[in-house]
């Protein structure tokens, strides 16, 4: 199972950044997949899932503000993140799984780091 992150950088507060995961190993189209960060100091917070059919769920920190989708074909799952702050800062995980229980798996990719400033 290989999980590659990009897309990440440096961007001004109000700016837009879309995030990317390159899945391999599994059978993709049929895992839910999410999306966690982590920030500086601070824990794994969750941010998105997408199920196979397409279903989407979001805390009510980022609803509103990211995207999550999937395309199938391409075995890739996506972050469109807009309105960002300076509070998102942090680096962006993708992981297997629905739901912030993901945020219990016990190994994690390298993430891409996402940087907002004010």
């Known amino acids: 199972v290989q999980l590659v992150e990009s897309g990440g950088g440096l961007v001004q507060s109000g700016g837009s950044l879309r995030l990317s995961c390159a899945a391999s190993?599994?059978?993709?189209?049929?895992?839910?997949m999410s999306w966690a960060r982590q920030a500086p100091g601070k824990g794994l917070e969750w941010l998105s899932s997408?199920?196979?059919?397409?279903?989407?769920v979001y805390p009510d920190s980022v609803k509103g503000r990211f995207t999550i989708s999937r395309d199938n074909a391409k075995n890739m799952v996506y972050l469109q993140m807009n309105n960002l702050k300076p509070e998102d800062t942090a680096v962006y995980y993708c992981?297997?799984?629905?739901?912030?229980?993901?945020?219990?798996?016990?190994?994690w990719g390298q993430g891409t780091q996402v940087t907002v400033s004010s």
């Open positions: 997408i199920w196979a059919d397409g279903s989407t």
């Open positions: 190993g599994f059978v993709f189209s049929e895992a839910p």
């Open positions: 992981q297997i799984g629905g739901g912030s229980v993901v945020l219990r798996a016990p190994s």
